[in-house]
Structure formats: structure tokens, C-alpha cells
Nanobody, 123 residues
Framework: QVQLVESGGGSVQAGGSLRLSCAAS??????????VGWFRQAPGKEREFVAS???????NYADSAKGRFTISRDNAKNTVYLQISSLTAEDTATYYC???????????????WGQGTQVTVSS
């Protein structure tokens, strides 16, 4: 059974940085021949696209994520990373990773989801 497990979340002060990880277990060959996306859901808000990366390393970012978020992947480690810098209180959310055939913002295109990791930014 394939699983995606997020880690790296926590509590951080505004202006700080975090690196989130999304690790695949199980039939990782299948999982990592697919694109991986990061999404986040803030309290009281809908889940939104943050960034995605294809197998070949092509990245795509939401407009709100450009400049402070960097997505990368290490296929040898079956892991995708999301580096976030200059954190603000507006970044407080549960962050999810998901895999799908296409690295697009449409959440319905992703078939496997992790359980999420909480990021809390205090000002």
C-alpha cells in the first residue's frame, strides 16, 4: 500500500523558515513516476494549491507562493520538499502533499493524499 507522509511542520515565529517533507512509502516506484503537489488549508478556509513538481523537476507555483516557496524533489529518496521562507501568520495552515499524473493546481487531479502537517506561525 502506497502512502505519503508529510513532516517538518511546527510552530515558528514570523520571519522564520521551514522545510516540509513528503515521503513516499510502499510501491514508491509508482508514486514517484508521478507529479507531487503541495496544498494547504487554513482554519475556516478551503484547501488551496501551493506548488507542484513533475517527475522531470518542472515546478509550478500559486501566485501567492512565488518568491517565498520552493518545491524540490529527490527521487532517490522518494521525497518531495517544500521550503518556505519569510513565514507570516497568513501561512498558518495544515499542509498536505498529494501525487497525481499532472503537476497542476486542480486538486481533483491528485489521487493519493498524505495526512497533513501543521504549520503555525506566530507574530
Amino acid at each position: 500500500q502506497v502512502q505519503l507522509v508529510e513532516s517538518g511542520g511546527g510552530s515558528v515565529q514570523a520571519g522564520g523558515s521551514l522545510r516540509l517533507s513528503c515521503a513516499a512509502s510502499g510501491r514508491t516506484f509508482i508514486t514517484f513516476t508521478m507529479a507531487v503537489g503541495w496544498f494547504r488549508q487554513a482554519p475556516g478556509k478551503e484547501r488551496e494549491f501551493v506548488a507542484s513538481i513533475t517527475v522531470g523537476g518542472r515546478s509550478n507555483y500559486a501566485d501567492s507562493a512565488k518568491g517565498r516557496f520552493t518545491i524540490s524533489r529527490d527521487n532517490a529518496k522518494n521525497t518531495v520538499y517544500l521550503q518556505i521562507s519569510s513565514l507570516t501568520a497568513e501561512d498558518t495552515a495544515t499542509y498536505y502533499c498529494a501525487s497525481g499524473r499532472l503537476g497542476v493546481p486542480d486538486q481533483s487531479r491528485y489521487t493519493l493524499w498524505g495526512q497533513g502537517t501543521q504549520v503555525t506561525v506566530s507574530s
